[in-house]
């Protein structure tokens, strides 16, 4: 939830939450946030959480940035700001545990070929293609899941997917995936406490500075 959003619509932020969505951060206003000082950055995210808790009632504990484009102190500043989780890293299909100054932070990672923001605007593109592409996404990873641990994550936006004809499609889909067993239809911080539940069965990553590896990590 962006945090100007909520204020500038409770009922639907709030009704949301009635219905047992999460309510993660997305930030104060749809926009970067890694070019910001840390300091800046962080009140960035903390106005964000100040909105969605007050308007709400939930804390958030999880985040993704504008584009998924954070600043190298990402982690630690969601670390001061009580959040146990983010998605913004594309690189497993499972979630997993970035070690941050000592401590467990839990990446659950994003999918951008399955958002429907990229995947719309594309020339011949349909909701039946896209419903097709979500089953084929959705076939591998259970086919995968039989012997190892497989997520699939589907980002949808209510000014793109929220159309009559591809609710129908995107309907389709989920009754098909309904229909399968052994299959958990998570919320994100619902997947980052089970990870953080059951460690032993988790990847563990312990990374250098991302002015070292390029990638989310600890920056001292």
Do not use: C
């Not at 007050?54 to 985040?63: A, D």
């Not at 429907?116 to 959705?138: C, H, K, M, T």
């Not at 995968?144 to 389709?172: F, K, Q, W, Y």
């Amino acid at each position: 939830m962006i945090g100007k959003a909520v204020e500038t619509t409770p009922d639907l932020a709030q009704e949301i939450v009635r219905r047992g969505h999460e309510a993660a951060a997305h930030g104060r206003v749809w926009d970067n946030s890694y070019q910001l000082s840390r300091d800046e950055e962080k009140r960035f995210i903390a106005d964000s959480v100040e909105a969605i808790l007050r308007v709400t009632g939930q804390k958030p504990i999880g985040w993704n940035a504008y584009w998924m484009r954070n600043s190298i102190h990402i982690l630690e500043t969601l670390q001061d700001l009580g959040f146990l989780y983010h998605i913004d890293e594309p690189s497993h299909d499972e979630p997993f545990i970035v070690r941050v100054r000592g401590r467990d932070f839990v990446t659950v990672p994003y999918t951008f070929h399955m958002n429907d923001i990229v995947s719309f605007p594309f020339a011949g593109w349909n909701p039946a293609a896209y419903e097709q592409a979500l089953r084929d996404e959705f076939d591998q990873l259970y086919e995968e899941g039989t012997h190892r641990r497989r997520m699939m994550v589907t980002s949808l936006h209510d000014r793109i997917s929220g159309h009559a004809g591809r609710i129908r499609a995107l309907d389709r889909f989920l009754t098909y995936a309904r229909s399968k067993g052994d299959v958990w239809f998570a919320r994100k911080d619902e997947i980052a406490r089970y990870v953080l539940a059951n460690r032993a069965s988790t990847p563990v990553i312990n990374r250098g500075s991302p002015s070292v590896t390029g990638l989310p990590g600890p920056t001292a």
